[in-house]
């Protein structure tokens, strides 16, 4: 894996500790982190009005840059622990197709709230037996327990029911991409693949394939030509790479922008980071928004 910047790297949130920096996704995602740990920490262990506010902070990191907030899902693998890393991974994704779905404002900030309390509330290894009373298809529902948790309006059931199948597809997507001990991570367009095809829902799944992508920022890939390089951008469907190596293998000195769809470049292949062992820091290609 790459020495990524750590999520752990921070002391103060909301860039509190760099006076006049300008905005950065990667410092807002380090600080939402950080007071994630605190809530799990707290003798109130996941607090829903503690969740809700960290739950704007980090929409808030989403709004400075949607690309950004996805490329420190894919670049960020080995920062932090594991479970607060997760559970702020699957926020970002389930936020990004919350909003393309659009969701209500209410209903997004519930979404993302019992994504961060996936972990947070020290209660995620027992899901069937809190999931007891939440039922989907006849069976315990731990992802609409979460919802119900952390719904304003905890009535609507359909929202819930739909909200909760977002949520389990972007927690088994974050899950993919994530290496461990036993396996390395999936590629990004096999560990969306395997989402969409567990999908019974197509509406859901459209919008996740059309949102999330199989390329989203972040991704080390081949191009046609033989360059290497990583997804900088979607931009509506014709990704911008920021390309690295040139066909023969060689470090560039300069690296080169490319933009699939323009003169014959297209995406081979998404690579895997322990294969390419392409090393460059967030801010290299996505400046001040990928700094710490």
Not at 144 to 164: E, I, K, M, Q, T
Not at 203 to 230: H, K, M, N
Not at 277 to 290: A, S
């Amino acid at each position: 894996m790459l020495p990524h910047e750590r999520l752990s790297d921070l002391d103060e949130p909301d860039g509190a500790g760099h006076p006049g920096a300008p905005p950065s996704v990667l410092r807002a995602l380090n600080a939402v982190q950080q007071r994630l740990e605190a809530i799990a920490a707290a003798p109130s262990h996941g607090d829903p009005a503690d969740l809700r506010a960290t739950a704007r902070d980090l929409l808030h990191a989403v709004d400075l840059s949607a690309d950004v907030a996805l490329a420190c899902v894919l670049r960020n693998q080995v920062a932090g622990s594991y479970a607060m890393r997760h559970s702020i991974e699957t926020a970002v994704v389930a936020a990004l197709v919350g909003r393309r779905l659009h969701m209500r404002p209410a209903h997004l900030l519930s979404l993302v709230s019992a994504a961060l309390a996936l972990h947070a509330t020290g209660r995620h290894d027992q899901a069937v037996a809190q999931a007891v009373h939440c039922t989907r298809a006849g069976e315990p529902d731990w992802f609409a327990c979460l919802l119900l948790d952390h719904a304003p309006d905890a009535g609507a059931g359909a929202d819930v029911d739909a909200a909760a199948h977002l949520l389990r597809m972007a927690d088994r997507y974050c899950a993919g991409i994530s290496p461990r001990n036993y396996r390395r991570a999936l590629l990004s367009d096999d560990a969306l693949g395997r989402v969409l095809e567990l999908s019974p829902d197509a509406e859901l799944a459209a919008a996740f394939r059309d949102e999330i992508g199989p390329y989203p920022p972040g991704t080390v890939v081949r191009l046609a030509s033989g360059e290497w390089g990583i997804v900088a951008h979607r931009d509506g469907g014709r990704p911008a790479v920021f390309c690295l190596r040139d066909a023969a293998g060689r470090t560039l000195t300069v690296p080169l922008p490319r933009r699939v769809g323009e003169d014959g470049c297209a995406i081979a292949a998404a690579l895997d980071d322990e294969d390419s062992e392409i090393r460059v820091p967030m801010k290299q290609v996505w400046g001040p928004l990928g700094s710490l």
